[in-house]
């Protein structure tokens, strides 16, 4: 299979994205390249650029100092001269002294660069993923897998290695010129008859090394072409196996009361089972491409010295000159032999460009948003022939509904109907369906989920989320920590934890309350924000938000009958389509 087929594979993404060309895909890692090297920072990105290379001409004109150094030091150990052995020492340690700061200097400065790059890059794929709610969609439609690794591991990797690559090809550009000179001034033409006429072509070191080289670059790609697809699936798998070691930390407590342990070592041991296996297959891989390296590189090590010791023993070279071509045979196939040492690396990095890419598919992909979402100035919610569409082919219609200032709505129905959908809907979480969704672009519309989200933090900053904490005295927290029923922890208010796995279900959604009545919202969306809590809890829940709040627009999704009372319409879902009505608190309304 040739590497072109093993870079389209994995970047098709799994849902209904169209497959592209390999020149669509190049594109793209053009605009990857240069989104950063033309963006505000293209003078710290241009000036490091150019400084690495002129430290890589210094390293290179260094090494040629050093191959100098070589033929004059064999000269002198072959003539005996004693009296020159220290200076060419003295001599010696300071070029490698100067090569030594030189590489350090390209280490720092290349490291800083790529960190920049990688902070741009980062902060821009942060930003898309976050920017109406992109990260929301594709974890609804499942578009595409770990995008966090994507962000977090295949663009550090991008940006820490695609430098090398490119200095690495610009450097095997320099030296294979500058030490092909010198081995085309140390070279004897080779001579050789063609239909009785002889033939002369000067230079035959120069060709011996390119004729290794070419040998040797399609002996690594022949026996490395599997290394890229493998590495690609490496990744995949890693990343599976991350995610469902992190979905156990995750639930640990349910999977305890289940007793399930046993089932989830058995789901991780299947997981790095793909990872094992895999891995067997890129070792192999990587096995070939060793083997072959070493091999080539022990014949680089002896062919010099094979093609050059005749021209020593005829005297036409002196000992140095014999260890100095040598050495320059040495860098001029190391350098010309970029591709193949680097081969490893490049597969790396067109498995990386290739999931950066799939992840750019998915953040790019215009999508048909068949529910329109429009902010107008009212304070009216209402919908106009909503229906919502799910992936069974099913679908439920709502038709028109509105809410007006001050009404409450009680949205019920049987258990899976779409009662949390239509919540998203009114969010603009749930694009697919038709119709129309007005809702106002004034005063503040909060919406509550089944299961609060806790960022990891200190209590306050849980509670505050996601305004900051320093707007809201500590006095204020604690006040409604007792008017909740949760005054136990005002003394935790400023202690850091994961408090999403510290609190039990019911005092999450007491903590809801609190911070329902921190931001006093104009309209507040319930998605059964009291399951979690005992009866008592559930009613003391809708008391105390009325009591704080009676002019708030709300809409409930509940299952407990004694909940509905404190409404006053009620929206009921079924296959059928939905049907709307008042409820009168004196009367026993049917809802």
């Known amino acids: 299979m040739s590497m072109s087929n093993h870079t389209v594979k994995e970047a098709r993404p799994q849902a209904g994205l169209p497959s592209v060309s390999t020149g669509v895909r190049m594109r793209h890692l053009v605009k990857l390249l240069l989104s950063y090297w033309l963006s505000s920072d293209w003078p710290y990105a241009w000036g490091g650029f150019v400084f690495l290379l002129s430290n890589q001409s210094i390293i290179i ?18 003539n005996k001269q004693v009296d020159l052995f220290f200076p060419l020492l003295l001599k010696f340690l300071l070029i490698n002294g100067c090569w030594a700061f030189a590489v350090i200097l390209n280490l720092y400065v290349n490291g800083m660069l790529a960190m920049r790059w990688r902070t741009f890059l980062t902060l821009d794929y ?18 595409i ?19 090398g690559i490119v200095l690495g090809f610009i450097g095997c550009i320099t030296s294979s010129i500058t030490f092909g000179y010198i081995l085309w001034n140390t070279a004897s033409p080779i001579m050789f008859l063609i239909g009785g006429y002889q033939v002369s072509i000067p230079g035959d070191m120069l060709w011996y090394s390119l004729l290794y080289t070419v040998l040797s670059t399609v002996a690594i790609i022949w026996v490395g072409r599997p290394l890229i697809g493998r590495t690609m699936q490496q990744q995949q798998f890693e990343a599976n196996f991350r995610f469902g070691l992190i979905y156990v930390r995750r639930n640990a407590e349910q999977i305890a009361f289940l ?3 046993p089932t989830e070592h058995l789901s991780l041991r299947q997981a790095f089972g793909q990872i094992k296996r895999n891995y067997h297959r890129v070792i192999l891989a990587q096995m070939g491409i060793n083997a072959t390296q070493h091999l080539f590189g022990n014949i680089s090590q002896m062919l010099p010295l094979f093609l050059v010791i005749p021209k ?4 036409a070279l002196t000992f140095g000159g014999v260890m100095a071509a040598r050495d320059a045979f040495s860098h001029m196939t190391s350098s010309l032999s970029f591709f193949y040492q680097a081969f490893q690396s490049f597969a790396q990095q067109i498995a990386n460009v290739n999931r950066i890419w799939a992840f750019d598919q998915v953040l790019e992909q215009r999508r048909d948003f068949g529910i329109k979402i429009i902010k107008e100035e009212s304070d009216v919610i209402s919908a106009r022939n909503l229906r919502l569409d799910f992936y069974h082919s099913a679908s439920l219609a709502i038709g028109d509904w509105t809410i007006l200032p001050g009404q409450r709505w009680v949205v019920v129905g049987p258990s899976g109907i779409g009662k949390s959908s239509t919540m998203r809907a009114i969010a603009g979480l749930w694009p697919d369906g038709a119709g129309v969704v007005q809702v106002p672009s004034q005063g503040l519309t909060m919406f509550v989920p089944q299961r609060l989200y806790l960022p990891i933090g200190t209590l306050k900053n849980a509670i505050c989320f996601p305004g900051s904490p320093d707007a809201y005295d500590d006095d204020q927290v604690i006040s409604l920590l007792s008017v909740v029923g949760l005054e136990k922890h005002a003394q935790r208010l400023h202690e850091s934890r994961s408090w999403a796995d510290e609190l039990s279900p019911g005092e999450q959604q007491r903590l809801a309350l609190v911070r329902i009545l921190l931001y006093r919202p104009d309209r507040l969306v319930l998605d059964e924000a009291t399951s979690a809590l005992d009866p008592a809890n559930a009613l003391h829940f809708y008391t105390t938000l009325l009591e704080r709040l009676p002019s708030v627009t709300l809409i409930s999704v509940v299952h407990d009958e004694r909940l509905k009372s404190f409404h ?7 296959t059928a389509g939905a049907t709307q009505s008042a409820l009168d608190p004196e009367e026993e309304t049917v809802c």
Not at 62 to 77: A, E, G, P
């Open 259 to 261: 007793n399930a342990a």
């Open 568 to 574: 006053t319409h009620c929206l009921r879902l079924a």
């Open 126 to 143: 942060v930003t898309r993923w976050l920017k109406n709610n992109a990260f929301h969609s594709m974890e609804r439609t499942g578009l």
């Open 312 to 315: 020593y023993f005829a005297g």
């Open 61 to 78: 004109y260094i090494s040629v100092l050093s191959n100098n150094w070589q033929h004059t030091f064999y000269d002198v150990v072959q």
């Open 145 to 163: 897998d770990n995008p966090d690794q994507r962000i977090a591991e295949d663009i550090k990797e991008f940006t820490s290695n695609v430098l």
